[in-house]
């Protein structure tokens, strides 16, 4: 049974983690989402040091992060369908092996097109342990009030797990041993994954709707369209300054700071969700999605003043604080746009999104630094940050009758 008895002058955080199984199931969620942070620095990484090229390095994390965003909506799909646990356990098996032989091949020195399969599959099979989550939290939870409280604690885990990720993967990799960072994502894919995956009580049930409802695709469901390319957008700025954060660190001989760098950008999004979701908005959450996503083009050009670690930190730390909010804001959305049957694979687009962007700014901006350093790297997430601030401007009236028509 849904828990809605809400308790006052309790903190919100604490009060929906006393749901009964919720805890557990979003502890274990969080361990399996380490991976999320470390597979793609990690790689380029371990590309980068045993290859010596920020160009194959990308292309290479791009075939990883693109697999894991077209073939995570199917695999939640067929969790809608199936179940949890009938789908992420054998798919978790299969992400872990890809995993291991993407290792295997980079250590043995195998040519990059060896990588590609490996990559694609660890990437395929990977799934959005976020989106199971937050999946799980709603079938717990009926009052939308605790239910936003419950997706803003997700997506401060998320920030959270990209404030440790970069920085375990970045130190692993330079002072232990290029591939150490993946084989460590692999262990806790493979822990995190177990124990989410083993806890049944609290896993969403199968609905099955009527033919008629399942014939619409959710990524042609109205305002989805618009979501997923402002998402990508942000994406784009995700994965470019993976790879520039680390190409400017090394430029200035402390590429092993380049993980604090990303944690900073990290803590900022954290900070700013879990002020934002302890508060109850009464504006239209379309305005408070605008107005995020418009922040970011300002924020993100920041970038360009940046001539040390310091100032690069200290400004991906402001534009960080705009993150948050608008993918709390953006699943919200995302959630009213659909049917329970279908909300598993809703919610796994906005990480689709992000991925299949991530992926691209990746691939861009490892172009950008070997043809002109680091500097002009940073040209790709601001020019992505502008484009999604824009695009978001141009669709807010579109978004607006159909928040208006939901209602």
Do not use: C
């Not at 009938?86 to 032989?101: H, I, K, Q, T, Y």
């Not at 680390?246 to 430029?251: C, G, M, R, Y």
């Amino acid at each position: 049974m849904p828990e809605t008895v809400a308790t006052p002058r309790t903190n919100p955080y604490l009060a929906v983690l006393r749901t009964p199984g919720a805890l557990k199931f979003s502890t274990a969620g969080a361990l399996a989402r380490l991976p999320m942070s470390m597979v793609g620095i990690g790689a380029v990484l371990m590309v980068q040091g045993l290859y010596d090229s920020y160009a194959m390095a990308g292309r290479v994390a791009a075939v990883l992060g693109l697999a894991q965003a077209f073939l995570a909506p199917q695999i939640a799909r067929w969790v809608d369908r199936h179940g949890q646990r009938r789908v992420l356990l054998p798919a978790l098996l299969v992400s872990v092996a890809g995993l291991g032989g993407l290792v295997t091949a980079a250590v043995l020195g195998a040519p990059e097109w060896v990588l590609w399969p490996f990559a694609a599959i660890t990437g395929g099979s990977q799934g959005s342990y976020g989106s199971m989550v937050r999946a799980r939290w709603n079938g717990v939870l009926d009052d939308p009030r605790r239910l936003h409280t419950a997706y803003s604690l997700e997506s401060s885990v998320d920030e959270l797990v990209y404030i440790v990720g970069p920085v375990l993967a970045t130190t692993l990799a330079t002072a232990v041993a290029a591939p150490s960072a993946l084989v460590v994502a692999g262990i806790a894919a493979a822990v995190g994954g177990l124990l989410f995956v083993v806890q049944r009580a609290t896993e969403p049930a199968v609905v099955t709707p009527g033919a008629e409802v399942r014939s619409r695709p959710v990524v042609l469901v109205p305002g989805m369209p618009v979501l997923v390319l402002v998402f990508v957008a942000m994406g784009v700025i995700f994965g470019s300054m993976e790879v520039v954060t680390v190409a400017f660190a090394e430029e200035l001989g402390s590429k092993g700071a380049s993980g604090v760098v990303l944690a900073v950008f990290a803590l900022g999004s954290m900070v700013a969700g879990l002020v934002y979701g302890a508060r109850h908005f009464t504006s239209p959450a379309v305005r408070r999605f605008v107005i995020g996503m418009v922040a970011l083009g300002p924020g993100v050009s920041l970038f360009l003043l940046a001539n040390s670690l310091w100032t690069l930190a200290a400004v991906m730390f402001v534009a960080g604080l705009a993150i948050a909010p608008t993918v709390i804001t953006g699943n919200g959305l995302v959630q009213d746009m659909v049917g329970r049957h279908q909300l598993t694979e809703a919610l796994t687009w906005v990480g689709t999104s992000i991925g299949i962007g991530a992926s691209l700014g990746a691939s861009f901006a490892g172009l950008r630094v070997d043809a002109a350093g680091a500097d002009a790297g940073f040209l790709v997430p601001v020019g992505a940050a502008w484009f999604a601030a824009l695009l978001t401007l141009a669709a807010s009236g579109t978004l607006r009758r159909q928040s208006a028509a939901r209602e």
